[in-house]
């Protein structure tokens, strides 16, 4: 099973972008498929964007056109560029991995969109 570490969280201005690292210790994290979730205070968890083993990607309604998901097999990250940010998008960001029915989930990061 992997162990998921997210970084690059930050405070940015509406408007602006940052990008979020996924990186996996262990091997085979080629094998998974991998999201990026969502949790603002007092909501639930939602999906964001999951890129698959197959480096096929999907993305959230809410996030298309301004995030794109992505994937290093050679250095084990996934990546999550985020454009065009809104307060709403405000929130902490996790790493989901999964892989015959195992998931491993990441610390998560935080990312504050405001002026």
């Known amino acids: 099973q992997v162990q998921l570490v997210e970084s690059g969280g930050g405070l940015v201005q509406p408007g602006g972008s940052l990008n979020l690292s996924c990186t996996a210790s262990g091997t085979l994290f080629g094998i998974y498929d991998v999201a990026w979730y969502r949790q603002a205070p007092g909501e639930q968890r939602e999906l964001v964007a999951s890129i698959t083993r197959d480096d096929s990607a999907d993305y959230a309604d809410f996030v298309k056109g301004r995030f794109t998901i992505s994937r290093d097999y050679a250095k084990n990250v996934v990546y999550l560029r985020m454009s065009s940010l809104k307060p709403e998008d405000s929130a902490v960001y996790y790493c989901?991995?999964?892989?015959?029915?195992?998931?491993?989930w990441g610390q998560g990061t935080q990312v504050t969109v405001s002026s």
């Open positions: 989901n991995a999964k892989w015959s029915g195992l998931t491993s």
